[in-house]
């Protein structure tokens, strides 16, 4: 979708706004993908959701990305209090935002990927 000056003005005036949420969601990134690395390391049973959508340990080949789309799949749960014991996202979501849709589309076709 393409930027109007509008959008341009907006986002200027909230940089400072808009760093900070950036940066929290980095810290929580980061917090998350080191806390799936000491899960697995340890050998600890992952949550249903978990191994429904991405199995029980990376694979051998594009463990990285694995570890990236497992990444994210917990900031969306975090991010909108997802509690489901079996979907991975939780129900699509009814209409509660742009951001929030655009991010379920784009974890779903990412899941789709890894079954």
């Known amino acids: 979708m393409p930027k109007t000056p509008r959008d341009e003005t907006l986002r200027a ?16 990134e980061w917090a998350l993908r080191s806390r799936l690395a000491d899960a697995i390391r340890d050998r600890a ?14 694979p051998a080949h594009k463990t990285q990305e694995w570890m990236d789309l497992a990444t994210q799949v917990m900031a969306y749960r975090i991010t909108y209090d997802v509690t489901d014991q079996v979907l991975a996202l939780g129900p699509q979501p009814a209409a509660q935002g742009l ?10 076709a990412a899941l789709s990927g890894w079954h």
Do not use: E, Y
Not at 17 to 28: C, E, H, M, P, S
Not at 99 to 108: E, I, V
């Open 13 to 28: 005036r909230s940089s400072s706004v808009i760093d900070t949420g950036d940066n929290a969601q980095r810290k929580l």
């Open 99 to 108: 951001r929030r849709d655009q991010w379920h589309r784009k974890l779903s």
């Open 45 to 58: 049973l992952l949550p249903m959701w978990f191994v429904t959508a991405l199995g029980p340990v990376a």
